[in-house]
């Protein structure tokens, strides 16, 4: 066989069809880490590094890209200062009542315009890569910044009904989103890319009873867009969601990631065995520990021997999307060369 461009190996294992290697995503370098990737490996941007690296995905953030800019805050009247996922305050006060968040005047856009999105998808297209776009649709993150960390918990229980209500009204902003982005772009995007970190080092976030209650029934509306549109769906939760991945499969979630290494029967070996190839895994490489802190001949020994266990239905990557400043240059090479090697 000859060598694949990253796009027609992504197309192909997410087909389940034969290809020349696995798939490898080097990930999106932090801005500190972006400084250091580029005076080590002579490139002026991450386009150069993902090029020179052999990745065979681009992950363009639509949010950025769109007008307007963001939909992370979905309702007109509230401007909330320096919101940090799940660590922050409620963005509003006193929502007692479904009423209440009536009262926040939500957006109801039905289309978005794209005028920055273009160029990034031809670039993308010029470099033969797959991509993964989309909105976020991170409903869990709105979730904790909407109602507060501790507050949205005991929502959950006490005031379930209201929880709902917020979890439909950002999917539909959501889907709307989408929508827009899909249809103009229909045969352009491979993977709609959606976070919601579910999971923690050592457990999943909320039961299993709660997550198909509270949150599957909304993945599968996103999930069931981007498969109406000829699109995959990746699901990216940090974390021990290993209880909640026979759900995932039976929705239709095409790729998992990012696979975190050092967290509770997330190893390489419990989920090949455990789920074959019921879906593509994405990630794996270990960011905790052996990426920031190991030496390039254990990050190339690593990538092997997760490659030995998963085959080729599998895109290696990071094991956290972010590539931090304290990972070495040399083992982001070590990690791209063995990625990449054709066996």
């Known amino acids: 066989m000859s060598e694949l461009t990253g796009k027609q190996r ?15 995503w080097l990930g999106k370098p932090h801005p500190d880490a972006l400084r250091i990737i580029k005076k080590y490996f002579k490139v002026h941007s991450v386009r150069g590094a993902e090029v020179l690296l052999k990745s065979d995905i681009r992950w363009i ?12 805050l979905m309702f007109k009247n509230v ?18 009542t479904i009423e209440d968040i009536e009262n926040l005047n939500w957006i109801n856009r039905e289309k978005y315009l794209f005028p920055f999105y ?4 031809r670039t993308a297209e010029q470099d033969n890569m797959a991509v993964f776009s989309g909105g976020h649709c991170h409903i869990w993150h709105f979730l904790l910044d909407f109602f507060g960390l501790e507050e949205c918990f005991m929502l959950m229980y006490e005031n379930p009904e209201l929880v709902k ?7 539909n902003c959501w889907l709307k989103f989408n929508n827009t982005l899909y249809k103009k772009y229909s045969g352009r995007i491979d993977a709609g890319f959606y976070f919601n970190d579910l999971g923690t080092q050592l457990d999943s ?3 299993v009873d709660m997550f198909r209650e509270f949150f599957l029934p909304y993945f599968k509306k996103f999930i069931d867009q981007a498969h109406s549109f000829g699109i995959k769906c990746c699901l990216h939760s940090c974390g021990s969601i290993d209880r909640y991945i026979p759900d995932l499969i039976n929705a239709g979630v095409d790729i998992l990631h990012p696979i975190q290494a050092k967290a509770k029967n ?4 419990h989920l090949k065995t ?11 490489l270990d960011a905790q520990d052996i990426l920031p802190f190991g030496s390039p001949d254990e990050v190339r020994t690593e990538v092997k021997r997760l490659r030995d266990i998963f085959g080729n239905n599998f895109i290696l990557s990071p094991s956290h999307e972010a590539i931090l400043s304290n990972i070495p240059p040399e083992n982001l090479r070590a990690m791209a060369e063995e990625a990449t090697k054709i066996y």
């Open 205 to 207: 976030m909320v039961s």
């Open 274 to 284: 455990t789920y074959g190839d019921s879906l593509v895994f994405m990630g794996g």
């Open 165 to 171: 209500d917020v979890i439909n009204r950002a999917t």
């Open 61 to 72: 953030m639509a949010g950025n890209y769109a007008f307007p800019p963001s939909t992370a």
């Open 79 to 96: 401007r909330k200062r320096n919101v940090r996922h799940s660590t922050s305050d409620a963005i509003v006060k006193d929502i007692k």
């Open 10 to 24: 992504i197309n192909l294992i997410l087909k389940g069809k034969d290809v020349d290697r696995s798939g490898f």
């Open 266 to 269: 997330m190893g390489a070996e």
């Open 118 to 121: 273009d160029r990034k998808l």
